[in-house]
C-alpha cells in the first residue's frame, strides 16, 4: 500500500474509524516542510480521499509546533528563481483540492 511514511504518521480514528489523522513528524525540525514531508503529505490526503470509510480529515503536528514553515535548510543553497521554477513547497497545494472537510489542529508554532 506504497511506500511507508517517514515525516507524517497517518492513522484512522473515531468511534466508527471514520476520521483521518495525519501528524506531522519532524520534531527535529519542528515539522519544517521540506520537500519530503511536502511530498508524504500528498500521498496521505490522496489515501485518505480515496477511502471510503474516512469522512473527514484531520491534520496536526506536535504540542510544540504545527509547522515551522518551509525549510529553510532545504532553501539555503537555492536561489529565489531556482525555489520559483523548481515548484517549491507546490505540493502544499494538494490540501486545497482535497474534496473531504479537512482541519488543521493547530498546537503551537505555525509559520
Known sequence: AGAPFQYVSVQKTGA???V???QLNRPQALNALCDGLMEELGRALEALEKDPQVGAI???GS???FAAG???KE???KTFQECYRGGFLAGWDK???VRKPTIAAV???AV
Open 16 to 18: 466508527r474509524q471514520s
Open 20 to 22: 483521518g489523522l495525519i
Open 58 to 60: 484531520v491534520i496536526t
Open 63 to 65: 504540542q510544540k509546533a
Open 70 to 72: 518551509a525549510d529553510i
Open 75 to 77: 532553501m539555503q543553497n
Open 95 to 97: 490540501v486545497s483540492t
Open 107 to 109: 498546537n503551537g508554532y
